[in-house]
C-alpha cells in the first residue's frame, strides 16, 4: 500500500478496534466473530478511497471524522461478504488473511450471523454519522446499500456462482460480474468520501468514473497474482480460482494480457481525476497500488 | 390477523411485488430466490404494527406513503432472518409457510446471499422513502439497524444457538434471548410507524413499552403452537423447538402457564397504548390478536 494509504488503514483499524462491541459482552461467541472478521487483517483498501476521495473532493479536518465513519462502515461491507464468501457452501475457505475462516474458527451458523450483523452495523455506523445535512447521510445510506446489494456486491456474487463450473464464461459475462462483485463497492467508497466533503453531483460522477478501470485494474490483477502470487503473502491459497473453475481475466487474457488490461485502466482511471487536480494524488498513487501491489 | 390487519398485510404484499426486482430480471437465480422468500406468505405482522403504530400516533394519509415503505422495509428484514435461520447449519428447516425453504429451493449458497440482498434492500428503501424530515429518515434506519443486529434479532439468533442443546436454559436467558431475537424488530417495527407520523420522543417511547410485553406474549404462544399447534396452519413442522434441542416458555411454565403469561402480557402492553387514546384500537387488536391466533 501506498504510505498515505497505510496510515488511512491504521486509523481506521483503531476506529473499527474502539467502535466494534467487545468481546467480553453477550453475545460472546458472536462479537467474537465480528471482531475477528475484521480485524484479523487486509489491505484496508476501501477506507483508503473512502479516505482518499474525500481529499480529492477538498474535505478538510473539519468532515475528516465523517469521512472516517463512512470509511470503517464500508470495511464492515467488505469485511462480512469475507465471511459469507468463505462459508462451505460459498467458496469453502479454510483461510483468510493468514487466519482461520470465521467459519473454521466459530463454526457455520456463527459466521452467517457474523456476516449478517457486521452488514447491519454498516448501515447502523452510517445513520449515526455526524452529518451536516442529514440528507446527504441518507444518499450515504442508500449509495452504500446499492453497492452492496443485489445491483451490485451481492449481485455480482450470484453471478459469480452461476458462471463458476459451467464451462468457459464468455467475456462480456466476466466483466459485468466483477463490475457488480467488487467494482460497486469502490464505486460506493469514493462516493462515500465525496458525500462527506460535501462533494456535488459533478464531482461524485467523476469519483464513479474513476472507481470503474480502478475495480476492473484490482480485479486483473487479483487473477493474476492468483497464478502467479505468493500463498504467504497473499493470506490465502493461490489457484484457488483455477480449482474452482472460475474464468478469470487471466484466462481470457493471459498473465500479460491481463497486467496490460489492468495498466490501461489505471491511465484512464487516473485520467478521470482531472478535474480534481493535485488534491486526487491519493488516488491516483492507490490506482497505481493496485498493479505493482504482490498481495 | 385482524380484519385492518389483513388489509395492511395485502397493501404491503402489492408494494412488495411492485418493488422486489423482477425475477426475469439479472441475476434471475438470485431475485427469483428473494421474492420466495418475500413473496411465500407469512402474516405480515411486523408491517401490520407499523401501520397501526403510525395510525397511533395520528399519522394521516399524507405520511400512509411513508409507512408503507417502512412496513415494506421491516418485512424484508424479517423475510432475510427466515432464510438465514432454515440454512442447515442454523434450524435446518426444510419448508416454511408450506412452501420449500429457500435453501431447498435455490440451494445454501443462493439462500445465504438472498437473505443478505434482502437485509441491504431494506436499507435502499428506507434511504429512499420520502421523509420530510432526513433527520427522521436517518433515525429510521439507524432504529432498524439496531432492532435487526448484534443487540437485537442477530444477538438473539446468537444466544439462541449457544441455548440450544446446552440442556435446560435459565429462565431470565430466555427471556432475555426472545426480547432480542424478536422483541427488538417489533420494537423497531412500531418506532418507525411512529417515526413516519412524526411522533415526538414521549410518543416513541410509549410505542417501545407496548412493544416489549406484546413480543412476550408472542413468543409465548408461539411456543405453545409449536407444542399443541396444527402444522398445516403453522406452515412448519410441530415439535421442531423439542427436536432441537430448545428450552421453550412451555418448558419453564408448562401450556396453561405460557398461555397465562401471554394473557397478562398483552393486558399490560395495551395499557401502555392509554396515551393515543382510540387511535391505538388498530395496535390493541393486534395484541389481542397474538394470544388468540392458531399459527
Known amino acids: 500500500m501506498t504510505p498515505a494509504a497505510l496510515a488511512a488503514g491504521r486509523e481506521v483499524e483503531r476506529l473499527l478496534d474502539r467502535r466494534l462491541p467487545p468481546a467480553e459482552e453477550p453475545p460472546e461467541r458472536l462479537h467474537a466473530a465480528m471482531r475477528h472478521a475484521v480485524l484479523g487483517g487486509g489491505k484496508r483498501l476501501r477506507p483508503a478511497l473512502v479516505l482518499a476521495a474525500h481529499a480529492a473532493a477538498g474535505g478538510g479536518t473539519d468532515t475528516r471524522p465523517l469521512a472516517l465513519e463512512a470509511a470503517a462502515a464500508v470495511e464492515l461491507v467488505h469485511a462480512y461478504s469475507l465471511v459469507h464468501d468463505d462459508l462451505p457452501a460459498m467458496d469453502d475457505a479454510d483461510t483468510r488473511h493468514g487466519l482461520p475462516a470465521v467459519h473454521r474458527a466459530f463454526g457455520e451458523a456463527t459466521a452467517v450471523l457474523a456476516g449478517d450483523a457486521l452488514l447491519t452495523l454498516a448501515f447502523e455506523w452510517l445513520a449515526r454519522a455526524p452529518w451536516p445535512d442529514a440528507r446527504v447521510g441518507l444518499r450515504a445510506v442508500r449509495e452504500l446499500a ?108 493471459g498473465v500479460d494480457g491481463a497486467r496490460r488490461r489492468a495498466r490501461a485502466a489505471v491511465e484512464e482511471a487516473i485520467s478521470c481525476l482531472a478535474p480534481f487536480g493535485e488534491r486526487a494524488a491519493g488516488l491516483a498513487e492507490l490506482a497505481r497500488f493496485v498493479i505493482d501491489r504482490d498481495h
Do not use: N
Open 146 to 253: 446499492e453497492g452492496a446489494g443485489h445491483a451490485g456486491m451481492v449481485g455480482g456474487q450470484q453471478l459469480d456462482l452461476d458462471l463458476t463450473g459451467a464451462g468457459r464464461a464468455d467475456e462480456a459475462d466476466v466483466h459485468a460480474m466483477h463490475r457488480m462483485k467488487t467494482g460497486a463497492l469502490f464505486r460506493a467508497s469514493v462516493v462515500l468520501g465525496g458525500l462527506a466533503a460535501g462533494l456535488p453531483e459533478d464531482g461524485l460522477s467523476a469519483l464513479a468514473a474513476f472507481a470503474r478501470p480502478f475495480g476492473l485494474a484490482f480485479q486483473a490483477i487479483d487473477d493474476v497474482l492468483d497464478v502467479v502470487g505468493d500463498a504467504a503473502r497473499l493470506g490465502k491459497d493461490v489457484g484457488a480460482d483455477r480449482t474452482a473453475g472460475k474464468t478469470t481475466f487471466v484466462d481470457l487474457y
